[in-house]
């Protein structure tokens, strides 16, 4: 009986295993594995600011700024709950000095991440409280027109240094699921065949 069916699939196996390890070894090593992990450190480069940890109690509201110099770019934001638990939750309202509104969100996971279009250099604040029940640690982070940022524009770049082996592992594993499903139909399909065969004797 022909076996090419399980090399093939064999094949695809070791692709898998081979992107796993790729993805695995992309990670930077002195990544914190600890509750207080921060998402901007798997980032290095791409963000213009990071604040400082803010603790806010249930029901109480902080507030922080960030000011924009450049025109007609997006402005990527987001906010970190620390520590995340089911039912933390966050309300965000933005606004500039003159009290124009940037908008309002709510978060209830541990990242919210989004791109606001500034017209024109602004000052942008920042007012979040807390909705939740219990005592939230939160960091906000700020990248100005982040496609044009040192992370994406340089190619020695920490996040490039994880980008590219991650594009890579990403392929090769949709290649070798692609090549195990081969792998298993060709595999089938002597079964059938050797079946057949035996029919006919």
Do not use: H
């Not at 022909?2 to 070791?14: E, N, R």
């Not at 939750?89 to 991440?113: A, C, P, R, T, W």
């Not at 190619?155 to 090549?179: A, H, T, V």
């Amino acid at each position: 009986m022909k076996k090419y069916g399980p090399i093939i699939a064999l094949v695809g196996f070791s692709l898998i295993l081979i992107s796993l390890l790729i993805a695995i070894s992309s990670v930077p090593s002195n990544i914190s594995e600890d509750e207080t992990f921060l998402v901007s450190s798997l980032f290095e480069g791409m963000f213009d600011d990071v604040s400082e940890t803010f603790q806010i109690m249930p029901g109480d509201v902080i507030y922080t700024s960030y000011t924009t110099s450049l025109s007609d770019v997006p402005l990527l934001w987001g906010i970190q709950i620390i520590d995340y638990q089911y039912g933390d939750m966050l309300y965000i309202q933005i606004s500039n000095i003159f009290g124009d509104s940037y908008g309002e969100f709510i978060q209830n996971d541990s990242v919210l991440f989004t791109t606001t279009i500034i017209d024109q250099s602004d000052t942008l604040n920042f007012q979040i409280e807390n909705t939740g029940t219990r005592i939230i640690d939160t960091v906000v982070m700020f990248s100005e027109d982040p496609k044009n940022s040192d992370a994406f524009s340089n190619p020695n770049s920490p996040m490039m240094d994880m980008l590219l082996p991650l594009i890579i592992s990403g392929f090769l594993i949709i290649l070798g699921i692609i090549i195990v499903l081969i792998g298993i139909i060709v595999t089938i399909l002597d079964l059938k065949n050797k079946l057949d065969n035996k029919r006919n004797y």
